[in-house]
């Protein structure tokens, strides 16, 4: 049989039939159906050139959008910080440019180890340190905030893969320990943490701005894009104290805590007519641009948060107030027997006797029988108003951070015997800048005003307390106490210069209850000079070891040495010819 040569097509060979004819290949759908497919097809394809076109022709916002999610990013571009000056425009705090390093871990691994170490080192870490921080799931790390510029730069020439870095600010503070208790300090993330830097965040911080860039995989800029928001600066601060008086506060202040090895002090100056805090010292003290060693006795702001018994520096106090009301006269005689007197079942007593002396000798004589004597001849409320009227016991206002109130109790709980011992400053617990805001009504006439940490610009308005001559009658006692025979507080004369002033000595309280064995805070707040009283000096010195505890011993020498170079610093003219100072051998601690 013959099988090929068939016009007619392939031939099936058992039947003679063509293989298109084969009834197994018999298409049995009908024909419009293919035909829908096929449009559907059609239609389908056209629909994807459509969007296509559509995405990438028309309306590119989708892409663009997926793009952007991918490679743009919005960077953080911070606001320099304010700086803090001290009244004559002195630095005391600004900001410097810094570097964050950060990293993406999987491509810093892949550096050699050479590499790794060397980026260690300049870190100021370990290897393992180092491999512990990239050891880590996020695509993002800090290794290091605030790297100063060099080191930025050493790190960047590494040419480590996946190191990049961020501009940031680091706060310098010139004046180190000097300054700081009344500065402050910021954290990493610039935010203050102590003192004016803590009190004036809102002001000094200013806003951040961000922008628009394009970065590559490992993170690097490719394209900048522009502002979203414009960073603005913080505001400088100007405040009111005096670099060189504070310097000479500070000074004078460790030196007195070294010599009668004491546990701690503080020193304040302010400024009569203005009420300007012009120093406020502490020491120990610390480095703000280094705390990596800082402790909580460093950090104690001694003269604003701690409160104490300040003893007989409170005596010219009650005294005025029996002066103001008439009860007595500065030549009032009072007779304060052998040295001891009882209330109750407590017995008051003084240094030595001293028999019958005048209101005047009192003060000059710091005699706690005299004072508590003139106290239980007045209303318990009249002393507690006038405790109130000074601010003790009351919240300061005065825009500082952590200033305490102290303590005054209610006056109607108290007994003969605590109206009397609070008269001469046991019983109750001031700040030692609490302390030297209340000698403000005799150093001005009668009135007081607020506090002030920064510059002022207008003078306040005071509040009368007591009245001009009670004032007047008061700077002469305090001038006694100083300048007069029996004075206790000869160590604070200043050569060329009339002083006025209060000694106070008083058990240390730890824990409600004085401290056993005993422990002493001797304090002495003055103003000078006396003929047109410029300053108000007060110094604290805590725990005081050895013979000399006394307020007169060792804290008079200090006010005595930060008066005479303030004065000096700040051309305050002389008001005495007595210009060669001698401390008798036998100068006599105050009463107790």
């Given at each position: 049989m013959k099988l090929g040569g068939n016009s007619n097509g392939r031939v099936a060979a058992s039947k003679g039939v063509p293989f298109s004819k084969n009834p197994v290949l018999a298409v049995r759908l009908p024909v419009w159906r293919s035909r829908v497919v096929l449009f559907l097809l059609f239609f389908?394809?056209?629909?994807?050139?459509?969007?296509?076109?559509?995405?990438?022709?028309?309306?590119?916002?989708?892409?663009?959008?997926?793009?952007?999610?991918?490679?743009?990013?919005?960077?953080?571009?911070?606001?320099?910080?304010?700086?803090?000056?001290?009244?004559?425009?002195?630095?005391?705090?600004?900001?410097?440019?810094?570097?964050?390093?950060?990293?993406?871990?999987?491509?810093?691994?892949?550096?050699?180890?050479?590499?790794?170490?060397?980026?260690a080192g300049l870190l100021e870490m370990n290897v393992n340190e180092l491999r512990k921080k990239l050891d880590s799931d996020r695509s993002f790390v800090y290794l290091k905030r605030q790297v100063e510029m060099d080191v930025a730069d050493k790190i960047s020439k590494l040419g480590i893969d996946g190191i990049d870095e961020r501009k940031e600010y680091k706060r310098f503070y010139p004046q180190g320990e000097v300054m700081t208790h009344v500065v402050g300090f910021t954290n990493v993330e610039d935010v203050g943490q102590e003192s004016m830097e803590l009190a004036q965040q809102k002001t000094l911080v200013g806003t951040t701005g961000s922008r628009r860039v394009i970065k590559d995989r490992l993170g690097h800029i490719v394209e900048d894009i522009g502002f979203i928001h414009e960073p603005h600066d913080g505001?400088?601060?100007?405040?009111?104290?005096?670099?060189?008086?504070?310097?000479?506060?500070?000074?004078?202040?460790?030196?007195?805590?070294?010599?009668?090895?004491a546990k701690a002090g503080g020193a304040v100056v302010l400024d009569v007519h203005t009420g300007e805090v012009l120093a406020l010292a502490n020491y120990p003290s610390y480095d703000p641009n280094d705390r990596r060693k800082l402790t909580g006795q460093q950090l104690r702001n001694r003269v604003m948060t701690d409160t104490f018994e300040p003893g007989s520096t409170l005596k010219p106090i009650t005294v005025s107030l029996a002066l103001d009301t008439g009860r007595v006269k500065p030549g009032t005689l009072i007779d304060t027997g052998p040295g001891r007197y009882t209330i109750a079942d407590r017995t008051i007593t003084d240094t030595k006797p001293h028999g019958v002396i005048s209101v005047s000798e009192i003060i000059e004589m710091s005699s706690n029988i005299g004072t508590s004597k003139i106290a239980l001849g007045m209303p318990s409320q009249e002393m507690w108003e006038m405790f109130t009227k000074v601010g003790f016991?009351?919240?300061?206002?005065?825009?500082?951070?952590?200033?305490?109130?102290?303590?005054?109790?209610?006056?109607?709980?108290?007994?003969?015997?605590?109206?009397?011992?609070?008269?001469?400053?046991?019983?109750?617990?001031?700040?030692?800048?609490?302390?030297?805001?209340?000698?403000?009504?005799?150093?001005?006439?009668?009135?007081?005003?607020?506090?002030?940490?920064?510059?002022?610009?207008?003078?306040?308005?005071?509040?009368?307390?007591?009245?001009?001559?009670?004032?007047?009658?008061?700077?002469?006692?305090?001038?006694?106490?100083?300048?007069?025979?029996?004075?206790?507080?000869?160590?604070?004369?200043?050569?060329?210069?009339?002083?006025?002033?209060?000694?106070?000595?008083?058990?240390?309280?730890?824990?409600?209850?004085?401290?056993?064995?005993?422990?002493?805070?001797?304090?002495?707040?003055?103003?000078?000079?006396?003929?047109?009283?410029?300053?108000?000096?007060?110094?604290?010195?805590?725990?005081?070891?050895?013979?000399?505890?006394?307020?007169?011993?060792?804290?008079?020498?200090?006010?005595?040495?930060?008066?005479?170079?303030?004065?000096?610093?700040?051309?305050?003219?002389?008001?005495?010819?007595?210009?060669?100072?001698?401390?008798?051998?036998?100068?006599?601690?105050?009463?107790?």
């Open positions: 389908a394809f056209a629909g994807l050139g459509a969007r296509a076109l559509w995405l990438q022709g028309v309306s590119t916002q989708f892409l663009q959008k997926q793009g952007k999610a991918r490679y743009e990013r919005t960077l953080e571009l911070p606001a320099t910080r304010g700086k803090i000056t001290d009244r004559n425009g002195q630095v005391l705090a600004s900001s410097v440019p810094v570097k964050a390093i950060w990293a993406i871990p999987d491509d810093v691994l892949q550096a050699s180890p050479e590499k790794i170490n060397a980026l505001k400088d601060l100007t405040l009111s104290v005096d670099s060189k008086i504070q310097y000479i506060a500070f000074t004078q202040l460790k030196e007195a805590v070294e010599k009668f090895n016991g009351q919240q300061p206002k005065w825009g500082f951070p952590g200033a305490v109130a102290g303590r005054v109790r209610p006056y109607k709980s108290w007994r003969p015997v605590e109206q009397a011992t609070m008269s001469y400053g046991n019983g109750i617990s001031v700040s030692l800048i609490q302390l030297a805001r209340s000698y403000m009504m005799f150093a001005r006439d009668g009135d007081t005003i607020p506090l002030s940490f920064q510059k002022v610009n207008e003078l306040p308005v005071g509040q009368q307390v007591i009245k001009p001559k009670t004032a007047a009658d008061m700077r002469a006692m305090l001038e006694l106490v100083v300048s007069g025979a029996h004075g206790s507080a000869k160590r604070a004369q200043v050569a060329g210069y009339r002083v006025g002033g209060k000694t106070g000595t008083a058990y240390k309280v730890e824990n409600g209850r004085y401290a056993m064995p005993r422990k002493y805070i001797g304090s002495f707040v003055g103003m000078v000079p006396m003929s047109a009283p410029r300053f108000i000096i007060a110094v604290m010195i805590d725990e005081p070891t050895g013979p000399a505890h006394y307020g007169g011993q060792v804290a008079a020498p200090a006010f005595a040495a930060i008066a005479t170079n303030a004065l000096r610093a700040m051309n305050v003219p002389p008001d005495s010819s007595v210009t060669e100072i001698v401390v008798p051998a036998n100068a006599g601690p105050e009463a107790m």
